[in-house]
């Protein structure tokens, strides 16, 4: 049995809710050991009410005696001291005894409960197997007593009579008996907790709710709270109790708040008092009973306030293993005690409060410590680190306010400081005197001496600093760091410094932090000054001379710094050398010309901008730019390999000009992308072509290694490699003065061959800035070249046979034209140079500036045509032009190759079709002996040859006319005159010219008809040799300028061989033909002619019946569809060799429609030799040579610039037909007026494809029909579209051409080889 | 309201900070710079959770006896960062938030602003209106 204690308020953890025992203490004692231990074992749940969430709770109980003095008084609020639930027991059995005693004491009980109104009893009834036999007697059913209990007490309340069964036997009756008991007294206590505690609570809101009253407390009302955050923390509901504390703590933050805004409560007054007592949080008890104590008394102040309510926190949290919250929320704690002290206006001594952060912060690390293990440690510095650095910082400010940092020491009053920050300190606390380690202690150390502080600050700050780079917070460590090096610049001793610095500065750099950098580097110069680094010194002094960030007096005042040293006159071995970068950027490089290219000797001017970031004007005494000389890579005609790599005049160098900060350092550095071309080294053919990236090694770089390319920030200068060229740029004396500057070298140009610009170097007395590398490289070429003469036209293209003018450029190179020297041209006969009145040459310089100009003398002689030149100096373009004249070789005339005397063969200007132009090119060599070369200058120029001329024979009947097509192919409009074709051999025959016009115009791309009709006395030869020739000027010149133009042609078997006639005749006794019948087709071939001499001895072989025959064939075929041709449709003939020899053939045909049909096609093919056959004809598919018999045909195709020529071999079967045939004749004759340009007829354009199919082509066809009905012209337009629906060759709606519906306009189409068609029938005459 | 508004480039440089100009402007300098620490912890705990919709806000990154530094991240890893006095109290966390969101959104005003090179520091008359109204406000 727990022995009650007179008073039971125990401020401890072990604090329990108290429930009274009344009734039989022997009966109770026995039984206190299992009840106490068996309560707790089962969980029960708790509902709560304000909607919190029931909880699971194992509910243990405080047992004590019942005493009247338990039962709260009225207005007595205690929690913790309440008793919850009254028990009473019995054993009793005996009625008697319960009658006589037992009811009494039940009675007054009861009655002392009720007064106090307490309604959570229980009377418990306990049952021995003993004690039933003992009174065997005078038993009575054990119910009836309580049964009786029950009546008597519990009226309506039966649970609160519990029935205990052998509560000491090992049975299962036992064990059931003690189950029910325990599960009432979880209940019973449970509602009497939701009872007392709501209550309780209601109470306290009320209380709460009266803040705004004057008489109102804060402190009464935090006990009142605190005492509901005891009983639950009794009750192990830690969540619950730190709720409590919670809410104190923001309700206390929110006065505060009010305070500062104005709204002042009379109790906060306690809170303002002067802080006296700055002994930090103590956590090392659960409950501060001082602190309590002077809170209850209302003497707290907020720091003890603070502490103590920190200090509950801190416990309950520990209590639910989170630690970390601990720190996190002390850190809260520290910055907010700080701000409301400041806010609260409460007289601080000075460092009194760092004082107590730096105590508080240590405390809270050392519970966190204490509760946790190294590894948890460890592993969760990321929220111990802050208050590690927070305790460095106030050690610092500390160590800073007692004099303790400074090199001399503190001072008297320093040290009186110190005194009185230690006296509100007080004592040290009983826990933690025997600590050696305890923050108290520590402090007391570290202020104790300069020493002693060092190693202290010294520990704090490389412990922060090495949990922050644990959890890789690299910045704070960085920046825990600096405040190191200051420290140590403090304590006198920069070498430790300037390592935290570099680092902390190397850290702003890279990220481009420029304010950190200018500051962090001001530093650094400071170290470096005191530490005597020369050169490092004046490198950072360059860099923040340069920086933006500072005031021009500090600017100026770095600047200074690098010029007294330079001022120095010291020896050579002292000079310093530093980095361009830092005093001046290379802005632009300009080559004058900005070709960049220079003939050797002449004049390279190289302008640089340099941009002194200086802020003033600095003096330097020379300037120079190292080069690298490379003679391989000169060309000796330098210009033209220039071309190939092009050399930018100006160069640009970037750089970022905002000071402020890095910029455009997202995207990289820009691509620097260039043309690559691979050729072959044989023949100069482009094997491949590309691109490729010129800076790949800075646009590949790893993303995290880009650094904001903000030179000037560069951590510390370069090394800095002098490299010594042989050829320098130099000036002497230069003033730069702040921004940019153009300086201007001469660059030396003696050697041809490549110069690269390499460093640039800056010297300012004793110091040297040089420029490693100048990047983009610059460099500049220096070529020697050779005289180089080109010949080129003056205007494009050049025609044959008209006097033209071309172009001589003489590029002198490094030659000197003399006076007297002079270009041979070696004349040819085929292109006269013509001799010109004004002849002048113009004399430019490189740039192309014209520097004079002086005439030319010329002098031909029969061989040579000798220019002089004037004299030029080199490296200068001698231009001057020259007339020239093509002669046009007349057509088909080939001379043997003629050899000249030397053997050579002669260059015969031969003639080719140019794939460029229609028009047939000549190219024409000229061969130049120039006075710089023993070898002569061959070069070529192409001539086109403006016409082109085609000639055919024509037959009608027995008629022959020679037509002459002249096509202009060129661009050019000419007038042609004289028009005249003449016979060399047979005298006999006359030409009657049908060409009416004397002159006629020839416009560009159109052709010039001239027809002939020939007259014979005898016989006609058949072989005639033509020669056409006309006269030719450009259009709008005068008479003079007509040139002539000559054409040879030779036509062979002019004869007409064979005549054919062909007549349709109705069946017999029929007037008219009519579809569907069949008619008589006579088909009648006249021999005209006798048979040459060579036809006889070739047709004598077939010969058998001795009489001499030759064997034609015939064919009627009708591809159109109008006639059936019936019966055998072609056949052999045997014509005889004698003239007039006449063969008629019949054959039966059919009209398939009405109306006027055309004639089915007629051909008549002559067998050839077996051998002759092979020779002749290109097609292997036939032996027999095939001609059209149509003579209209033919005619429409000249005259659409598609005929064929008569070509010599071909043999000309002229075909004829009815006099209608004549007649249609005479009208495409008509049409082929002689002089008359004849356009194009439209449906020609499309037949090219259908060229060797002629019996499909469709134009003819209906030609045919046309011409036999009635003198019809049809037109053929090509339609719009294509048409897919007939396959190539197919004729479309032939049929539907009906001759009876001639009389209107009619239109109808066909498709021809995909090609769709429209016709227009038009009525004519 | 705030003391010091930053913009930061995701390679941490600043794009834009500014601070009122009465506090020592190197100290919020280095105040911001170090805050980026805790931006970079933030940002890759979150990355390792793998949330699908990211929170921009980063919340209180971490408090000093002065000042409360905030962050924020867009989804293209700009920082913001807003230094506010630690003794301005009346400040909430939604009202640091709108101050973001009104900063994001100025922010983008300026991405889309096709004269803006995006990486160059911020020079537009609108974002520093903004800002200025977020430093006067209650300030």
């Known amino acids: 049995m727990e022995c009650q204690e007179e008073k039971p308020i125990i401020y401890t953890m072990e604090n329990k809710p108290i429930v009274t025992c009344a009734g039989d203490q022997g009966l109770f004692t026995s039984l206190y050991t299992s009840l106490a231990q068996q309560l707790p074992r089962e969980p029960m749940e708790w509902r709560r009410t304000y909607g919190r969430a029931p909880k699971m709770i194992h509910l243990e109980a405080n047992f004590v005696q019942f005493k009247e003095e338990l039962l709260p008084k009225d207005g007595n609020k205690a929690l913790l001291t309440f008793p919850f639930l009254h028990i009473y027991w019995t054993d009793c059995c005996d009625t008697e005894a319960y009658k006589s005693t037992v009811k009494e004491d039940m009675m007054r009980w009861q009655n002392s409960l009720r007064t106090h109104g307490s309604a959570d009893w229980v009377i418990i009834v306990v049952e021995t197997n003993d004690t039933k036999k003992k009174n065997k007697t005078n038993i009575l059913p054990r119910s009836s007593i309580v049964d009786k209990i029950r009546s008597d007490f519990c009226n309506k309340q039966n649970d609160r009579c519990v029935v205990l069964s052998d509560p000491l036997k090992d049975s299962s009756r036992s064990q059931e008996s003690w189950n029910s008991l325990l599960l009432k007294l979880r209940t019973l206590l449970l509602m009497s907790f939701t009872k007392n505690l709501g209550r309780f609570e209601d109470d306290m809101r009320t209380l709460r709710e009266k803040r705004t009253q004057p008489g109102w407390s804060f402190c009464e009302y935090f006990m009142v709270q605190e005492e509901l955050a005891f009983v639950f923390e009794m009750l192990q509901q830690f969540e619950d109790a730190l709720v409590q504390y919670d809410e104190l703590d923001a309700l206390f933050t929110q006065y505060v708040l009010n305070f500062g805004a104005g709204d002042t409560a009379n109790w906060l007054g306690s809170f303002c008092a002067p802080v006296n007592n700055w002994s930090g949080l103590l956590l090392r008890r659960p409950i501060d009973m001082e602190k309590r104590d002077g809170i209850q008394r209302g003497e707290a102040s907020l720091l003890d306030l603070r502490s103590y309510l920190f200090s509950r926190q801190c416990t309950l949290l520990i209590f639910l293993l989170r630690p970390w919250e601990v720190t996190q929320r002390a850190l809260e704690l520290l910055h907010n005690c700080v701000q409301e002290l400041r806010l609260l206006e409460v007289s601080v001594v000075e460092g009194a409060l760092d004082c107590w952060v730096f105590l508080s912060c240590l405390e809270v690390l050392h519970r966190i410590e204490g509760c946790c293990d190294q590894a948890q440690l460890a592993a969760n510095c990321s929220h111990t680190v802050g208050l590690w650095a927070y305790a460095t910082d106030k050690l610092k400010s500390l160590g800073e306010l007692c004099g303790l940092v400074s090199e001399k020491g503190p001072t008297s009053e320093d040290l009186n400081r110190t005194v009185d920050l230690l006296a509100g300190l007080g004592d040290e606390r009983p826990e933690t005197v025997s600590s050696l380690q305890s923050p108290y202690k520590k402090l007391k150390e570290a202020l104790s001496s300069v020493e002693a502080f060092e190693r202290h600050y010294l520990e704090l700050s490389h412990a922060a600093m090495e949990m922050y780079r644990a959890i890789s917070r690299l910045r704070s460590a960085r920046l825990v760091g600096k405040s190191l090096a200051e420290f140590y610049m403090k304590k006198g001793d920069p070498e430790k410094a300037e390592a935290f610095l570099q680092e902390a500065l190397k850290s702003y750099v890279s990220e481009g932090w420029s304010l950190p950098v200018t500051h962090t580097r001001k530093q650094i110069a400071e170290c470096q000054k005191l530490l005597g680094r020369t050169e490092d010194y004046l490198q950072t002094s360059a860099l923040l001379a340069g920086d933006a960030n500072l005031t021009m007096e500090e600017r100026k005042h770095f600047c200074q710094e690098i010029l007294t040293f330079a001022g120095k006159s010291e020896d050579q071995s002292d000079k310093v050398t530093l980095s361009m970068g830092v005093f001046s950027q290379l802005t632009r490089l300009q080559f004058q010309p900005a070709t960049a290219s220079v003939h050797s000797g002449a004049v390279l001017q190289v302008e640089i901008n340099l941009r002194c970031l200086m802020p003033v004007s600095v003096h330097i005494q020379q300037l120079a730019a190292s080069i690298h000389f490379d003679l391989e890579r000169a060309g000796t005609n330098g210009r033209s390999k220039g071309a190939r790599q092009t050399i930018p005049g100006t160069v640009e160098f970037s750089h970022d000009t905002s000071s402020a900060g890095p910029s455009s350092s997202s995207g990289g550095p820009p691509l620097e992308l260039e043309e690559i071309q691979d050729r072959s080294p044989t023949d100069n053919s482009l094997n491949s072509t590309g691109v490729v990236c010129k800076n790949t090694h800075l646009v590949m770089r790893l993303p995290e290694s880009i650094s904001p390319p903000d030179t000037p920030n560069c951590v510390s200068p370069p090394a800095v490699t002098l490299k010594e060229g042989a050829q320098m740029l130099k000036v002497q004396d230069v003033t730069l003065e702040p921004g940019n500057n153009s300086i201007t070298f001469t660059a030396p140009s003696g050697q041809p061959g490549t110069y690269t610009l390499r460093q640039l170097f800056a010297t300012v007395g004793q110091v040297q800035f040089v420029l490693p590398h100048i990047y983009p490289s610059v460099q500049y070429e220096v070529y020697s070249q050779e005289p180089q003469l080109t010949v080129e036209p003056l205007s494009e293209p050049l025609l044959a046979g008209l006097s033209q003018m071309v172009k001589f450029t003489l590029l002198t190179g490094h030659y000197t034209v003399k006076k007297g020297d002079a270009l041979q041209l070696s004349n040819t006969d085929t292109m006269p140079i013509l001799p010109s009145t004004s002849c002048s040459a113009r004399i430019s310089n490189p740039t192309g500036e014209l520097v004079g100009e002086s005439a030319l003398s010329i002098q031909s002689s029969e061989k040579v045509t000798s220019i002089s030149l004037p004299a030029t100096p080199p490296y200068h373009t001698l231009e001057f032009q020259l007339e020239v004249l093509c002669i046009i070789p007349s057509g088909s005339d080939h001379p043997p190759n003629e050899r000249l005397t030397n053997g050579e063969v002669r260059h015969r200007p031969r003639s080719y079709s140019h794939p460029d132009t229609p028009m047939t090119a000549i190219d024409q060599r000229m061969s130049i002996d120039c006075p710089w070369s023993i070898y002569s200058t061959l070069l070529a120029l192409t001539f086109y040859i403006p016409f082109k001329t085609k000639h055919s024979l024509l037959s009608a009947g027995n008629r022959k006319y020679i037509q002459v097509c002249v096509q202009n192919m060129s661009d050019k409009n000419f007038t042609l005159a004289e028009v005249k074709l003449t016979e060399k051999q047979n005298a006999s025959l006359e030409l009657e010219s049908l060409n009416t016009k004397t002159q006629q115009l020839l416009c560009s791309k159109h052709s010039l008809f001239c027809l002939w009709e020939v007259r014979w006395q005898d016989d006609l030869p058949s072989c005639l040799q033509c020669v056409f020739s006309t006269n030719f000027s450009p259009l709008k010149q005068d008479v003079s300028a007509f040139k002539p133009f000559q054409y040879q042609f030779q036509l062979e078997r002019v004869t007409t061989l064979y005549s054919v006639r062909a007549e349709i005749l109705p069946p017999a006794g029929e007037q008219n033909c009519r579809s569907g019948f069949l008619c008589g087709l006579e088909v009648c071939i006249t021999r005209l002619t006798e048979p040459a001499e060579g036809e006889i001895a070739e047709d004598s072989k077939t010969d058998t019946e001795g009489l001499k025959t030759t064997k034609l064939m015939y064919e009627v075929a009708d591809s159109s569809s109008n006639w059936a041709v019936c019966g055998k449709s072609s056949g052999m003939v045997s014509m005889p060799m004698t003239a007039d020899a006449t063969h008629k053939v019949q054959i039966e045909v059919m009209p398939l429609f009405a109306g006027h049909l055309p004639f089915p096609k007629i051909k008549v093919l002559k067998y050839l030799p077996h051998t002759a056959a092979v020779a002749i004809q290109p097609d292997p598919d036939s032996c027999v040579e095939n001609d059209s018999l149509s003579l209209l045909d033919k005619a429409l195709d000249d005259g659409g610039g598609h005929g064929q020529h008569p070509q010599p071999r071909q043999r000309a079967l002229c075909g004829q037909r009815r006099p209608a045939a004549e007649g249609r004749g005479h009208a495409a004759s008509g049409a082929l007026q002689p002089g008359t340009s004849v356009q194009p007829h439209p449906h020609t354009a499309g037949s090219g494809a259908a060229r060797h199919r002629r019996p499909h082509h469709g134009g003819q066809r209906y030609m045919t029909l046309v011409a036999r009905a009635r003198p019809l012209f049809i037109k053929l337009n090509p339609g719009p579209g294509l048409c897919r629906d007939f396959a190539p060759g197919q004729m479309g709606s032939v049929s539907t051409l009906r001759v009876a519906g001639m009389d209107s306009p009619l239109s109808m189409t066909c498709s021809h080889h995909w090609r769709h068609y429209r016709l227009h029938a038009v009525k004519s005459q | ?139």
């Open chain 2, 1 to 139: 309201m705030a003391v010091c508004i930053s913009v930061i480039a995701k390679e941490n440089y600043p794009l834009y900070i500014r601070s009122v100009p009465t506090q020592n402007e190197l100290k919020f300098h280095y105040t911001v710079h170090t805050s980026l620490d805790v931006v970079e912890e933030k940002i890759s705990a979150v990355g390792k959770s793998l949330g699908d919709q990211r929170e921009l806000y980063l919340g209180l990154l971490y408090p000093t006896e002065d000042y409360k530094v905030y962050g924020y991240v867009t989804n293209s890893k700009v920082k913001f960062v807003i230094v506010v006095d630690s003794s301005n109290t009346s400040l909430r966390d939604n009202e640091i938030r709108s101050m973001f969101r009104k900063l994001h959104n100025s922010f983008t005003d300026v991405m889309c602003n096709p004269f803006h090179t995006p990486g160059d520091t911020i020079q537009s008359k609108a974002f520093d209106g903004i800002v200025s109204g977020m430093m006067v406000q209650a300030g």
